[in-house]
């Protein structure tokens, strides 16, 4: 069994790669709807994937995350960076998770959500507000453990949905909490 520890000093810059800006695809794209294999976080196709998601997403404004599926690829890798964003309390600025699983989800509570991937609307998902997630850093494959809350636990579990194949619009309690997007970042 692995012993998980937190991400320590890790970040994009320990991927050694620039990384590519990649288009994002848009719902209903099927690459959005299946869920993603788990991967090798060693391998070299994985270390490039997770570059040219942060990458794409430091190009694009507004964004706090951005996982595999939604460059196209089925994989179970994505990366989160809620640095800045005034809904933001804890911060563990960028970092590329592989493989990741809750294993503690409590306080749950609803919010508001949009998705780069769904551009005109945006939706209320019931999330936990305080999370642990378990899974594998890319390049070294090292396990870790993340303890969060408040806005990066919902950027976590967003990005975790999109790896399982589903969009928010899949955990909204009905018609009701679906909103037109009014601000286009």
């Not at 994989?75 to 592989?98: I, M, N, S």
């Not at 967003?158 to 194949?165: K, R, V």
Request: net charge neutral.
């Amino acid at each position: 069994m692995a012993e998980y520890v937190g991400l320590g000093d890790w970040t994009p810059e320990a991927l050694a790669l620039p990384g590519e800006v990649r288009p994002v695809v848009s719902a209903p794209d099927r690459a959005l709807s299946r869920p993603g294999p788990e991967v090798d976080p060693t391998s070299n196709e994985v270390v490039r994937l997770a570059a040219d998601l942060v990458a794409t997403m430091r190009v694009s404004p507004g964004c706090v995350g951005l996982a595999a599926p939604q460059v196209g690829v089925s994989a179970q890798v994505f990366a989160v960076d809620v640095t800045g964003h005034p809904k933001a309390a804890t911060v563990h600025g960028a970092f590329v998770l592989c493989n990741a699983k809750v294993v503690e989800a409590t306080r749950w509570k609803a919010g508001r959500e949009g998705c780069m991937s769904v551009p005109d609307l945006t939706g209320d998902v019931k999330r936990a507000s305080r999370l642990v997630v378990e899974a594998a850093l890319p390049g070294s494959g090292r396990p870790v453990r993340l303890v969060t809350d408040g806005f990066e636990a919902r950027a976590l579990q967003h990005e975790i949905d999109h790896c399982a194949g589903l969009l928010f619009l899949d955990r909204v309690a009905g018609a009701h909490a679906i909103y037109q997007r009014k601000v286009y970042l």
